[in-house]
């Protein structure tokens, strides 16, 4: 019998680092991988055809577009909806200006931003069965959802392929095929706000199960003492300050811990963790304070026991 080896492939896409291990022959994981290059040429801002651009671009016209897009755009305006419009992918206009200021160490005038923050909204996009009209100088950015919809879809491919043990970590957001070879859960380290990689505050377990984490540390710039991050509050335009430093989500599927963690974030812990518990889904949050707020059911190692 030919023994399996565990193999890993990186690379950079969506803006971060992305990486799968598995079980499996490395050809299995190269083809899954490479869906990540076909994902972001359809739903990348900055990929001048994708279907987000086309989208972005058509000025309030309808544009005809992949099953896929119509399926994460779904899941997304469902995710403003339950989230009361705190989940909102469509800042681009605003975050590429925070983007673009940051880079020059700077931060933008409160009346620009002001004047970005349309009276349209979301919820006014029409889908009729591949045709898609955004209202007019709104921006799809999908940065808040894209990276869980694809791991589920190419953790769909790796259990097709017959994998029963895989991790895929998109830029932070975990997602796990089975559990770890040895037969135990993967353990995965909750990394320790503005800490080096290596420092964690907790371990969770993960199997067959997806944990995403949104925190002010990953990006963003500090000027002047104050932070700067990348999760945006839809009614300021201005990054989120209520006191979250970081919220990990856990969920089955990795689109829906991507998209709660970053409704969690915006929504804050009361009303974040009302919305999770209706979803059934778990959480931790680290307050800048140094306190933790989590689900009751969540059990995490601490290090302490
Ligand atoms: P990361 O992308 O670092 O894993 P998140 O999943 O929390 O973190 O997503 C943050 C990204 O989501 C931002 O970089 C931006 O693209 C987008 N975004 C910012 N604010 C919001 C918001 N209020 N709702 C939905 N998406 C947002
Ligand atoms: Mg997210």
Redesign the pocket.
Known sequence: MIKMKMNCVSGFYFD?INTIQALCDKTILKAAFSRCKYYEKLLSRFERDSDVSRINHAQGMPVTVSDETVCILKLALYYHEISGG????T?GVV?STWKQCLSEDRTPEEQTIRQMLLRVTFSETEINGNRVMLPAGLQL?????A?GYIEDRIADELREAGVQNALLNF???ILSVGGHPRGDAWSIGLKTPFGTDKECWAIAACRDSAI???GVY??GKTINNIRYH?????ETGFP?KNGIYAVSVFTEKAVDA?AL???F??AGVEKGAHLLKKQDALFACLMEDGSLVKSPELRLDMGRE
Not at 141 to 145: A, C, N, P, S
Not at 230 to 234: R, T, V, Y
């Open positions: 971060t705190a989940f909102n992918p800042l975050s950015d999908l940065g808040g959802i990276k830029g932070g957001n995403s984490t949104s990953e990006r990348h999760i945006l509050d839809p989120v991507d963690s970053t409704a974030f915006v």
